[in-house]
Every structure is written in structure tokens, then in C-alpha cells.
T-cell receptor
Framework: GAVVSQHPSRVICKSGTSVKIECRSLDFQATTMFWYRQFPKQSLMLMAT?????????EQGVEKDKFLINHASLTLSTLTVTSAHPEDSSFYICSARDLSGAPRGYFGPGTRLLVL | GEDVEQSLFLSVREGDSSVINCTYT??????LYWYKQEPGAGLQLLTY?????DMKQDQRLTVLLNKKDKHLSLRIADTQTGDSAIYFC???????????FGTGTLLAVQP
């Protein structure tokens, strides 16, 4: 099946720094990628929809200036958490949509962010 | 807005069948999905069903869809300890084609 990778798998950073998370579709082209965050023991919350070559669409309540999304190619989207704070600590998961068949989402393994 | 609900917890004995239920509100959903998440890991797509189908079977997994009642279920036959995980149903969100996730059901399999 289709594979989506994320890098890094886990990151610890100091408060105030910025962290970039990469999401790659390895064997298919993804015109659309989705970014989710998941707090412990909770469901996934959609943050934004990333479209190749255009601006991302953010969900209500998600600060676009804090969570910068760039979808530069059909296989890569990045999420940058700017000026991270402890409350940004979470599990961030990306999903890439393969539109050649059923619009099922293939998920990356997730990135665990801990902000000290 | 769209909403997807699941029961939070299910406990079964090894070898028994597990049935995980899900209800959704968006009547325009095209696809409905079941994902599995093991501790500390990402999501694994288990199966999906197109909205004009009533049932789909894939080895030990059976998905039932009652579109009138907006009810989706996942049956796992001969449940094994390796099936212990959180199971999420997801709705394809109608015209938006973005996934709306349920709250997740923690399946605990007792040996």
C-alpha cells in the first residue's frame, strides 16, 4: 500500500523556538495533505488542509501564523510550529490523499513534539 | 457541523467477536473508514466502505453500514490480543473530502 513518512518522529525543543515537521508521500502523488494533532487519549483534530501550490486552509481556531504550512511539491508538505510553547506539545500526524482511487487517507507515523 | 460518535471502551475475551459501533451525522458522506492506532503509533487503515454498500467483509473484519440510521459497525472475528488498540471510525466529510474522526474506541482483549 501507499506509504507516508514523517520526520522527525520525535522532537524536544525549548520554549520559543520553531520546529519544522516534514510529511512525504513516498510512492504516490498527493495533491492534498492534511495535518492533524492528537492530545493524549483523545481523537485526532484536523488542523489544516494543505494543497500543492496554494495556501493551506485552516480549521476554525487554528492560528495560521503559528502553524505554518508549505506544500511545495506533490510529495512534500511541511508544518512549522513557530515560537513553540509547552501547550503546543502534542502528537502531530499528517495524511496524504491518493486521488487515483478511493479517497482514503494514508497516514504518517506521527511526530511527537515536546516543548520544554 | 459534522459529528462522529463512538463508545469509548470495549473489553472482550480472546477468541470472541468484537463489535465496535459508530454513528455519524453527515448524510452526504461518500466513504466511511475504520482505522487502528496502537500505542504511540500513527493510524493504520483497516478497511473502508462506500456509502452505497451495506456490508463489506475482509478476512476477520466485517463492516456493516446502515445509512438510514447513519450507523457504522466493525466486527472483528476471533479477536486476538494483538487486536488491542484504539479504533477510530472516520467520515469522509461529504463534499469537503476531509476526514472527520470519531472519538475512538479502546479495545482491550483479555487472554
Amino acid at each position: 500500500g501507499a506509504v507516508v513518512s514523517q520526520h522527525p518522529s520525535r522532537v524536544i525543543c525549548k520554549s520559543g523556538t520553531s520546529v519544522k515537521i516534514e510529511c512525504r508521500s513516498l510512492d504516490f502523488q498527493a495533491t492534498t495533505m492534511f495535518w492533524y494533532r492528537q492530545f493524549p487519549k483523545q481523537s485526532l483534530m484536523l488542523m489544516a488542509t494543505s494543497n500543492e501550490g496554494s495556501k493551506a486552509t485552516y480549521e476554525q481556531g487554528v492560528e495560521k501564523d503559528k502553524f505554518l504550512i508549505n506544500h511545495a511539491s506533490l510529495t512534500l508538505s511541511t508544518l512549522t510550529v513557530t515560537s513553540a510553547h509547552p501547550e503546543d506539545s502534542s502528537f502531530y500526524i499528517c495524511s496524504a490523499r491518493d486521488l487515483s482511487g478511493a479517497p482514503r487517507g494514508y497516514f504518517g507515523p506521527g511526530t511527537r513534539l515536546l516543548v520544554l | 457541523g459534522e459529528d462522529v460518535e463512538q463508545s469509548l471502551f470495549l473489553s472482550v475475551r480472546e477468541g470472541d467477536s468484537s463489535v465496535i459501533n459508530c454513528t455519524y451525522t453527515d448524510s452526504s458522506s461518500t466513504y466511511l473508514y475504520w482505522y487502528k492506532q496502537e500505542p504511540g503509533a500513527g493510524l493504520q487503515l483497516l478497511t473502508y466502505i462506500f456509502s452505497n454498500m451495506d456490508m463489506k467483509q475482509d478476512q476477520r473484519l466485517t463492516v456493516l453500514l446502515n445509512k438510514k440510521d447513519k450507523h457504522l459497525s466493525l466486527r472483528i472475528a476471533d479477536t486476538q490480543t494483538g487486536d488491542s488498540a484504539i479504533y477510530f471510525c472516520a467520515d469522509s466529510g461529504g463534499a469537503t473530502n476531509k476526514l472527520i474522526f470519531g472519538t475512538g474506541t479502546l479495545l482491550a482483549v483479555q487472554p
